[in-house]
């Protein structure tokens, strides 16, 4: 199996993730501490002022809400993720702050509740009483504590945690099986991984029998009975469930959790298919097995969504090493996180908008014609994706590079720095790619250095090519394999040199495996041709999206446009402002059309109006 290498051990260098990194971590200290516990300490009243706090939080979190104080769970995650990534004190320590004030409210509360809704909502959905999902709220609770512990070693988190599990024991031990399957049917988040995990880090009995309590019969059995149990389902219901499934498969060895996953995958992925963004959701539903065009609107692929099936493609793959699921994680990174947060409008002295220069998070990425992004505030909607935005933006150093003993597995082409451990002797790895650009003066008012170099001529125009440099330092030679993933959309032939040697040619899927004594200094150059591809609706090949590389492209206009196609549709569209001071930009344009549409990459939309897939008519 392999192990994921992040933490102390690996070092971001993409700029642009890092930028998103800088900003997550903003936007988490700007918010005060205070308001982030408030509806824990109004529930465990150690709130006594009569005034609330200044800046109070709206939306999902304000005092009416039956979802308030989820958030504060999926803070204390991503501040334990960024302690871990980076080991940043300051994060750190505002968190260790927040985890002592939740134990003094569990105390106030009788020394086991430390939720920010009251007991009775449980009680209720024992009753069948309609409550907005108490257990999914409790359950980001539950794992920012136990994440606290895991990844930032809060001894405390982990004993408010265990408290706070003796009430669920006490209280789903009052059910029969049918009855715990009725309260199972009400949105638990993922309840289950939490009992996994504090099964993992402590060994108690009550674990396992929570494990088995919410083991849900009512989905898991028939997925394993290869039923469609998914079709027009809340998508991110279900998926926190299967990766309680994919940690006990971890923690107990036991074949049927995977089993269960692996079924879950077959039905949402393969048999579904996925938009050319790599989602499969519609307002928040799994969309129906190979017809996703009729879904095409203003709610398509939930940011949640997103996120927690890359994390269920990461325990697939470091399971099996098949690079489908690195490609998967690859399309939702671009196409999803990406697009759908922290985006930035990059701009030079005298130019001026109408709209706003950042956008914090969208809900939906819409993929109707004409589409606008909708972007929330920073305090005022904390909708489910706040949590996930946060989570997901605290460490992008995740999922780049892995190993299983002597072979080590890049599945991600980010620029890092990181350091294995192999046969004993320690060997740094560190990627870099090359930019083909010959230039570096970036924009009009960089340092305006420029060396002259032979690659501005060897490249007079956009290279069409990803160039990825990798190099290995060892204090002694050490025999190793580099596995190299080629991604899907590598358009003929992947070009593969060690230290400038005979040139390795490797077609698109899977990895290249390149096993050697490796000597300090060597360098290994993959060179990945790129280009337009089309990727159609599953059930109307005459309905297309594009994309250059994994990214899929906007078109910007404001209603459906159709495109006029002589043989590939892909020829449609060809480079368009190419270069901008020393870089490449991937911008394109339509040609032979009776009206022009500019391209962008999707994940660099902000206001615009936009349209992911055109209606093809064929000459």
Known sequence: MLKNIWGPDMTLKEEELLRRERRNRKYMMDLKSENLLLNFELEAGRFTTPYLPEGIHGGWEAQACQLRGHFLGHWLSAAAIRYHATGDAEIKAKADAIVHELALCQEENGGQWAGSIPEKYLHWIARGKQVWAPQYNLHKTFMGLVDMYELAGNQEALEVADRFADWFYQWSGTFTQEQFDDILDFETGGMLEIWVQLLNHTGKDKYRELMDRYYRRRLFNPLLEGKDVLTNMHANTTIPEVLGCARAYEVTGEQRWRDIVEAYWKLAVDQRGQYATGGQTSGEIWSAKGFLGARLGDKNQEYCTV???????????????????????????????????????????????????????????????????????????????????????????????????????????FNFAAKVEVKGQPVHLSMTRDTLTGSFHLSSTSSARQNIHENTAKYPHHPDCRAEVITVETETPVEFALNLRAPWWIQGEAVVTINGGEEMRVKPSGFVSLRRVWQSGDVVRMEMPMGITTWSLPEDPDTVAFLYGPVTLAGLCGEERQLTVKGDAASVLVHDGEREWGAWRDTFKTVGQERGIRFIPLYQVGYEAYSVYFPLKRC
């Not at 939906?364 to 305090?379: H, I």
């Not at 590079?401 to 991600?412: C, H, M, N, T, V």
């Open 307 to 413: 996120y927690n099936m890359l994390r269920l493609a990461d325990y697939l793959f470091r399971w099996t090493k098949d690079s489908r699921y690195a490609d998967y994680i690859e399309m939702g990174i671009y196409n999803g996180l990406m697009a759908q947060a922290y985006w930035q409008r990059f701009k030079t002295n005298g130019q001026h908008y109408d709209t706003p220069d950042e956008g914090l998070l969208t809900y939906f990425l819409p993929l109707a014609p004409g589409s606008k992004k909708g972007w929330a505030s920073e305090t005022n909607d904390f909708f489910c994706c706040h949590g996930t935005l946060v989570q997901g933006n605290s460490s992008w150093e995740r999922g780049i590079l892995y190993q299983d003993g002597e072979e080590l597995y890049l599945a991600q082409y």
